[in-house]
């Protein structure tokens, strides 16, 4: 295997194992570029988001960052 393809596939292999990361990161991103929580591409992350049982430090920082900045008070007992 050559350097790039094994540098992908280690950095694919890392971030399959954070369920839910990369889907928070984008959250995140799209909610501090002023995106509201109630429109779909926020909306539906943040549903699945909620649900997710997460086991990662990495994953749970995200997480709980995206449900701040969604600012909805169903989610303070989560964030308490």
Known sequence: RDAKTHWES??????????????ALATLALLNCQVPPTDPAVAEPLAYLRKLEARKTYVVGLVNMCLYEARNPKDLPKLQ
Do not use: F, H, K, N
Request: no cysteine.
């Open 10 to 23: 280690y950095w694919i292999e890392r971030l399959t194992a954070m369920e839910g990361g990369v889907t």
